[in-house]
């Protein structure tokens, strides 16, 4: 069974930048679609990136285009979300979560493997 772990979280300053981790173990994630997901203190999961184990693809929400990228290292069965200025906003518990789905779905209740989360904070 697939499992994660998330690393890489801290205290950032606004316009700060970090590099989130996610290693997989149980099962290669090469075969898994890959979200990262982040959930704010009173509020849902919201699904912030992708990345398509179909073709490769990446998705990302409008909220954090341009200023987050996501990638994957096969060999090391990891997945990476590197964030780049940051703003208090991005604060949150961060998650991946797999699924044998498209990023097309959305929802974090159609992802099955999820990690414990890592916690962002962005202030100054």
């Known amino acids: 069974q697939l499992q994660f772990v998330e690393s890489g979280g801290g205290l950032v300053q606004p316009g700060g930048s970090l590099r989130l981790s996610c290693v997989a173990s149980g099962f290669s994630q090469e075969y898994y679609t890959i979200g990262w997901f982040r959930q704010a203190p009173g509020k849902e999961h919201e699904r912030v990136s992708c990345i398509s184990a179909h073709d490769g693809s990446t998705m990302y929400a409008d909220s954090v285009k341009g200023r987050f990228t996501i990638s994957r290292d096969n060999a090391k069965g990891t997945i990476y979300l590197q964030m780049n200025s940051l703003k208090p906003e991005d604060t949150a518990v961060y998650y991946c979560?797999?699924?044998?789905?498209?990023?097309?779905?959305?929802?974090?209740?159609?992802?099955?493997?999820w990690g414990p989360g890592t916690q962002v904070t962005v202030s100054s």
């Open positions: 979560a797999g699924n044998f789905r498209t990023c097309t779905v959305t929802d974090a209740t159609s992802y099955d493997y």
